[in-house]
C-alpha cells in the first residue's frame, strides 16, 4: 500500500515529542529524521499553519494547541457516552421511545450510543451510523451551535440531498432552521431524513459551554402526533440538561 511521503515525515516530526521532549531545535528534528534542513523547515511551516506546532522567541518548536482541541474532543466522545447512558436509559425506560446519542464528524452526525425503547418500531438507526446535519434533528442541533465561522467553513460547498420531499432544500433554508433552533433550543425532524419517522433533539453542551453532542428522541409519525412530541421533547432537553452538567456545563 503507497504511502504519501511528506504525510509520513510530518508524523514522524510530530512523534519526536514527547513527555521528555517538550521543545527541539529544527537542527535537532532535522538530525533525528534524517532530512535536510530545508525540507524540515518546510514540514514544520505548514504544521505551524494549521496549529499542530509552535515556534516560540528563541526559535524552539513545540506542540500545538490544535493537538489539545482534538485531544479534548477524542476524550469528550468517549466520556460523554458512559456519562450520558444511565439518563438515556431512564429517559427510554420512561417514554418508550428509542433514544441516541450522536456526535459531529465532518458534515455529518455519528451515533455512538443508542437505547432501545420498549415501544419502538424503528430499526433505522444504528451505532456508528451516520446521518445528515441537514435532514435530521440531530444534525440541525450540532451545527445550531457551531460557532458562526465554522458553520460558515462547514456549509461551503454542502449538498442538501433531499431524502424525502419534506427535506431542507437550501443553504437558506437550512440557516433559518439553525436560528429557529437556536432559539427553541429544540430541533425536530419531520419526515426529512426518513419517510414515517419523527424525531426531536437537544444539545449537550461541554464544560466550555460548547456542544458536544446531541441527543434525540425518534418516534413514529403514525402513533406520535404532534403534541406528544412536543411534550417528548421538553423531557429530551431536561436529559440533555443533566448530562451537560454530568460532563462539566455551568450555564
Known sequence: ????????????????????????????????????KSTVHSLLKTLQMHGYIEQDQH???????RFLEKGQLLLASFDIREIANRPLQALSG?????VHLVIRDGAEGVYIDKVEGSKAAIRYSRIGRRVPLHSSAVGKVLAAFMPELELDRLLQGYEYTAHTPRTIASEAEFREELRAVRSAG????????????????????????????AISISTMAATVDDETLEALALRLRDTASRISQGIGYRP
Not at 9 to 28: H, M, S
Not at 59 to 65: C, D, F, S
Open 1 to 36: 500500500m503507497p504511502i504519501i511521503q511528506s504525510l509520513d515525515r510530518a508524523l514522524r516530526i510530530i512523534d519526536l515529542f514527547d513527555e521528555q521532549t517538550r521543545e527541539l531545535k529544527i537542527t535537532e528534528i532535522s538530525a533525528r529524521v534524517d532530512l535536510h
Open 186 to 213: 429544540i430541533a425536530y425532524d419531520r419526515e426529512e431524513n426518513e419517510p414515517g419517522v419523527r424525531c426531536a433533539a437537544a444539545p449537550v453542551f461541554d464544560h466550555g459551554g460548547r456542544v458536544a453532542a
Open 59 to 65: 526559535g524552539l518548536y513545540r506542540l500545538g494547541m
Open 94 to 98: 420512561e417514554t418508550g421511545q428509542t
